[in-house]
């Protein structure tokens, strides 16, 4: 009974090792995402705008597969927009569509095809296909999706 107890434990700890080894990781890819969060906050809106870029691309480089890493491509998007002396769109779009493209199922991807369609022309191709996501998306309110033309 105890070898039948111990090789079931072996195996086991064989099974969930892995997945306790990537619950640490991500633990330790969370600390140091909100230790640049921090230092990120510590600059504030007025910080030098090349300095906050770098923290947010530490952030996303660093930190993959975090959901800091998804606000921190959202920031910068931001920063490209409003935080350097002109404004940055396509560097913004492009950013944007890297998020898109690395976290699909993010909670936020709908936030982000929402910014997306603001940021391109009217009659744009991608454009039009993201109204066309975003219409068909049933996780945004009814309002928002009659919206979107």
Do not use: H
Not at 7 to 34: H, K, Q, V, Y
Not at 68 to 86: I, K, T
Not at 107 to 134: F, H, I, T, W
Request: hydrophobic share 45%; charged share 30%.
């Amino acid at each position: 009974m105890k070898k039948i107890f111990a090789l079931t434990f072996a195996i086991l700890i064989f099974i969930f090792l892995p997945t306790i080894s990537n619950a640490a990781d991500m633990g330790a890819l969370e600390r140091e995402a909100l230790a640049l969060r921090v230092e990120f906050n510590r600059l504030g809106s007025s910080g030098d705008p090349f300095e906050r870029e770098a923290i947010l691309q530490k952030i996303i480089d660093r930190c993959k597969g975090t959901e800091e890493a998804v606000a921190a491509y959202w920031n910068l998007a931001d920063l490209y927009l409003d935080g350097f002396p002109e404004e940055m769109r396509q560097e913004a779009r492009e950013i944007l569509e890297i998020c898109l493209k690395n976290y699909p199922n993010s909670p936020r991807a709908s936030m982000v095809k929402c910014k997306l369609v603001e940021l391109y022309d009217n009659g744009d191709a991608r454009r039009s296909e993201l109204v066309r996501q975003l219409q068909n998306d049933k996780t945004l309110p009814n309002i928002l999706r009659a919206s979107l033309k």
